[in-house]
């Protein structure tokens, strides 16, 4: 998911495959200001040959490109199922619990339940994409700066910021509808609520809230390698548009 990167942050990261490149457009002229510097400044001054429009253009749909691949990534299949750095797995504080329940012969049980809570997610992963993609067109200039002037993962925190809210209201019914279709929702509240009576670590016995969390958390994870792509690796910046602004940085 392509990070919220508008114009500039595929400037800096894409701005030329070469070090060289990457260090011009951030030389500064005889006023003091580098080509960045100017592109932010909404002058209407021209980076390359480029307009202003033109760089954000690439950059957004740089954005666009990189949201559609990670939601595509992570919707499909065993996205998040397949994936250790993002597969849902039992809370930490209900280890015990599962350790009890592997060692009574119920190990199928809970496999059961790690793969639903994972496909829920992956269900719901389904509609990201345009909630990034309606926060990608929304960005302005500002927003552009303070992402390249932030840190590595400006873009992620920009999205988070900016969707997280939208995405949890879009992910819950989505993955409360698919916990209950196996009744889950209904066992681990029943299991839980038991176990909380005489644990002082207590589960969160809300299912859903708990896969929601963990749902968003893969979510973002996806995007931030999506941003390192753009950022570091030429290969990732596709399409003639793309290749039309940061040929000419």
């Not at 719901?124 to 994409?129: E, G, I, P, Q, R």
Request: charged residues 25%; aromatic residues 6%; proline residues 2%.
């Amino acid at each position: 998911m392509r990070l919220a990167v508008t114009f500039l942050l595929a400037c800096v990261m894409v701005v030329s495959a070469d070090a060289q490149g990457f260090k011009n457009i951030f030389r500064k002229d005889s006023t003091g200001k580098s080509a960045v510097d100017r592109v932010l400044g909404g002058n209407g001054s021209q980076v390359g040959g480029l307009s202003v429009n033109e760089i954000a253009n690439g950059l957004k749909e740089a954005l666009t490109i990189g949201v559609q691949k990670g939601s595509g990534k992570l919707s499909a299949v065993d996205g998040f199922f397949k994936d250790a750095a993002v597969k849902i797995l039992m809370p930490a504080e209900a280890v015990k619990v599962e350790q009890k329940l592997r060692a009574l012969g119920l190990g199928k049980q809970v496999d059961n339940a790690v793969l639903t809570m994972n496909r829920a997610a992956e269900d719901a992963a389904k509609s990201a994409s345009p909630i990034f993609i309606n926060a990608i067109k929304q960005m302005t200039i500002q927003d552009a700066a303070g992402i390249l002037k932030g840190g590595d993962f400006a873009a992620t925190d920009y999205l988070k910021s900016k969707t997280t809210l939208e995405l949890t209201n879009a992910f819950r019914p989505v993955i409360e509808k698919s916990l209950e279709k196996v009744d889950a929702t209904k066992y681990w509240t029943t299991l839980f609520s038991t176990y909380n009576r005489f644990s002082t670590n207590q589960v969160n016995t809300d299912l859903t809230a708990y896969v929601t969390e963990k749902a968003l958390a893969g979510i973002f994870h996806q995007v931030s390698l999506e941003e390192q792509k753009i950022r570091k690796d030429p290969v990732a910046r596709t399409t003639d548009i793309l290749k039309k602004v940061f040929s000419k940085q």
